[in-house]
């Protein structure tokens, strides 16, 4: 199976901070990433799919790169909803797998 | 707008069986792949089973055997049957629709759209 794993796996940061989630697979995964938007109570939310693509209806502030087996998900300027759990994803080869998350807190 | 709507949860006992059902509208059923993913509670996400558009279906290995997807695309549903449930299979349930489209750079195989999940608690 690829393990995939996310760091850091919780950060704390303000409104308007730019925040970056790193995400490194045990193997290449190509650009078969996927990241994932996570609140309680709440369905998870496509962000990135493909590594780069920004998903239908998300802020630009979102963004992706990555392939092989080293990704990373930014957000350019931090917003009162974006503070969630943020999960990256591989559908490269089954099973498929997540990472164990990233909770992004308020400062 | 899709829509997805998962039902069936509730509590069984350890070694019981249960069926989660997931209507989905919205979209052309028959032409997207489905899969069901779970989160126990304080853990993350796990990939549970997907069924293809043929039908054909695929299982993490925690459920192979012991849990069966299947779809209706003349009721526009995606069901779990689960069997022989253990305390670990305790989680909220999602049923997902695949994204579909370009399958060049794997995007099609991203997880485009979630239900708000049911809850399966297994215990004695």
């Known amino acids: 199976d690829i393990q995939m794993t996310q760091f850091p796996s919780s950060l704390s940061a303000s409104v308007g901070d730019r925040v970056t989630i790193a995400c490194r697979a045990s193997q290449t995964t190509s650009t078969y990433l996927n990241w994932y938007q996570y609140k309680p109570g709440r369905a998870p939310r496509l962000l990135i799919y493909a590594a780069s693509r920004l998903h239908s209806g998300v802020p630009s502030r979102f963004s992706g790169r990555g392939s092989g087996t080293d990704f990373t998900l930014t957000i350019s300027s931090l917003q009162p909803e974006d503070f969630a759990t943020y999960y990256c994803h591989q559908s490269y080869t089954d099973p498929w797998t997540f990472g164990q998350g990233t909770k992004v807190e308020i400062k | 707008e899709v829509h997805l709507e998962e039902s069936g949860g509730g509590l069984v006992q350890p070694g019981g069986s249960l069926r989660l059902s997931c209507a989905a509208s919205g979209f052309t059923f028959g032409d997207y792949r489905m899969g069901w993913v779970r989160q126990a509670p304080g853990m993350g996400l796990e990939w549970v089973a997907s069924?293809?558009?043929?039908?054909?279906?695929v299982y993490a290995a925690s459920v192979q055997g012991r849990f069966s997807i299947s779809r209706d695309n003349s009721q526009n549903t995606v069901s779990l049957q689960m069997s022989r449930l253990r305390v670990e299979d305790t989680a909220l349930y999602y049923c997902?629709?695949?994204?579909?489209?370009?399958?060049?750079?794997?995007?099609?195989?991203?997880?485009?759209?979630w239900g708000q999940g049911t809850l399966v608690t297994v215990s004695s």
């Open positions: 997902a629709k695949y994204l579909g489209g370009d399958c060049s750079d794997g995007g099609c195989y991203s997880l485009g759209s």
């Open positions: 069924v293809f558009t043929n039908g054909g279906t």
